[in-house]
């Protein structure tokens, strides 16, 4: 298997340079406005809660950049072409802001939209629908010269010229951006939200793969979906955790984009604000550390709960999040009440976490081995307790509804390195499954179980292996388990970064069968075929 987007991290460097400067080597942390206030801002809001950022200590722990999102500015351009501060909402301005920031020891984040206008229809960076000039690269200077670090790049109202696909059109928008950021002279962070502008449900298009696999050539994090639910003051009690469950539902296949400097992200951390328990705060945070999502609040900071204050303040779990080596953890296991996951940490310590999908109280034991760690003890810190246990066999503990376990495992000495073990997720959020239901040694695309016949292991020798049987391409078209000979090409496998399991015998992709006619049609084989331009049939989230 190759190992994708985990080059090393480069040194640290002073942010001088500016084509080269590594920027955002672990995810982004800090507060954005939108989720909470969405366009009622102004200069106050935005400084009280870089103050209570500071006051709370959260600054301190990292969450350092303050973003003002849309909004913030008048409907129209001045006689030069630049954009023009809304003084209504922000008096001193955004060079003021930015020196107040600063001061506090923050960094300055801004909001702009790489379409002609921004999503609430002020003014936005890029050609005017029809075409005409765009004004990237003024944007990008008027911002250096408020001494901006991180600009969040929206998509909205994106003019598609004639003969461009709309893929293309995003393209060329978002790399237009990045040049003006670069020849602006000064490092500033790009968030794009490209992708986000081309997602069809929780599998996602060929084109949203697409853009995906190139945002991050520009991008250092990228919204790839739909907006966490926001705050409504009319109804402040309204539960949010379906949008937490929804975002963390298309962000968790996509470990593979992500790496130091390259980020998805699922949007805003809400946990402690309005609309989410204490357990259900817990998990996002949880959720969002496993998969090294950026950790950026949308809330009211002054007002979070304690319990939420405690579980975004944990350094533990910040630490797991901002984890050097930058791997995104992936699914072990994944049914309608627990979700399993895991993530190689840089130091060699394993986290994995445990949600919990119901509403109920239960008891939840993951067996070493199901996590890739065979014949082995660990010390296993529950983050949460922050209690130590020494574990041979199984992690056990108690789950309140709606919540999340989370451990770091430090294998003892003498353990073997772990093993990438678990699910191997495809179209539709289906799982490949070994069970004999059409015939001895197929493989099916089955709803995901949890269960041994969907439990991989991602082997060292590239072979992929289920139940100690290697999945081999026969010479019908057809894969199947077979007895392991992992000499033999016919068994060996390369997980490219578009998703692609490649068979390197034939040079032909491991793809999904068409959808069945009806709910209860039995599950079909999986099967060789051509490998196509980001085929959502032939995408397959493995195990880390
Ligand atoms: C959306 C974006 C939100 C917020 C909003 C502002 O497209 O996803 O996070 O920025 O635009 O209008």
Redesign the pocket.
């Known amino acids: 298997m190759l190992a994708l987007g985990l080059a090393p991290a480069p040194a640290a460097a002073e942010p001088t340079a500016t084509s080269d400067t590594p920027l955002a080597l672990t995810p982004p942390m800090g507060w954005?406005n939108?989720?909470h206030y969405?366009?009622d801002i102004d200069e106050a809001k935005v400084v009280a809660n870089a103050d209570a950022l500071v006051a709370s200590g959260l600054a301190a722990k990292g969450y350092d950049t303050v973003t003002v999102?849309?909004?913030w500015m008048t409907r129209s351009r001045d006689a030069d072409g630049n954009l023009v501060v809304d003084t209504e909402k922000f008096p001193h301005g955004m060079a003021w802001l930015g020196e107040y920031l600063h001061a506090k020891g923050l960094k300055f984040g801004i909001?702009q939209d790489a379409g002609s206008l921004?999503?609430?229809k002020y003014p936005g960076s890029g050609s005017p629908d029809g075409g005409g000039p765009d004004h990237y690269a003024r944007d990008a200077r008027l911002f250096a010269s408020w001494k901006v670090d991180y600009v969040?790049m929206?998509?909205?109202n994106l003019w598609v010229p004639p003969g461009k696909t709309k893929e293309q059109a995003y393209r060329d928008a978002y790399n237009a951006v990045a040049r003006a950021l670069r020849d602006s002279g000064r490092p500033m962070v790009l968030s794009a939200?490209a992708p986000?502008y081309f997602q069809q449900g929780e599998w996602g298009s060929a084109d949203w793969h697409k853009v995906i696999d190139w945002v991050g050539e520009t991008g250092q994090l990228w919204?790839e979906g739909k907006?966490i639910k926001v705050y409504s003051p009319a109804a402040p009690a309204a539960s949010r955790w379906s949008s937490v469950l929804g975002n963390y539902g298309y962000n968790r296949w996509l470990g593979r984009y992500a790496g130091p400097g390259n980020w998805n992200d699922p949007?805003?951390l809400i946990a402690g604000a309005p609309g989410l328990t204490d357990a259900e705060s817990r998990s996002q945070v949880a959720l969002w550390a496993m998969m090294a999502a950026p950790f950026i609040l949308s809330s009211d900071v002054s007002a979070l709960t304690p319990g939420g204050l405690a579980a975004l303040g944990n350094t533990d779990l910040i630490a797991l999040d901002q984890d050097p080596m930058g791997r995104q953890g992936a699914v072990v296991s994944a049914n309608a009440t627990f979700e399993v996951l895991a993530r190689p940490l840089a130091n060699g310590d394993r986290a994995v976490a445990v949600l919990n999908r119901s509403a109920a109280t239960r008891d939840i034991s993951v067996p070493l081995a199901d996590i890739g760690l065979y014949g082995c003890t660990v010390t296993a810190k529950d983050l949460w307790s922050g209690g130590r246990t020494e574990v041979a066999a199984n992690l056990t503990g108690r789950l309140a509804g709606h919540d999340t376990a989370v451990w770091r495992l430090t294998p003892h000495e003498g353990c073997g390195d772990a093993v990438p073990t678990g699910q191997i997720t495809g179209d539709g959020v289906k799982c490949a499954d070994g069970a004999n239901t059409t015939g001895v040694g197929a493989v099916v695309l089955a709803g995901c179980t949890a269960a041994a016949d969907q439990r991989w292991v991602v082997a060292p020798d590239a072979t992929l292996r289920l139940a100690g049987q290697c999945l081999a391409a026969g010479a019908d078209g057809l894969v199947e388990l077979a007895r392991c000979a992992p000499r033999q090409p016919g068994q060996r496998w390369t997980h490219r970064r578009d998703g692609a399991l490649v068979s390197a015998a034939y040079r032909l992709c491991l793809t999904a069968p068409a959808p069945p006619a009806t709910a209860d049609a039995p599950a079909e084989r999986l099967r060789l075929a051509d490998c196509g331009d980001h085929r959502v049939d032939q995408a397959w989230s493995l195990p880390v």
């Open positions: 954005n939108w989720a969405m366009c999102d849309d909004c909001y921004t999503c609430e969040k929206d998509g909205c939200s986000a919204r907006d949007d805003f």
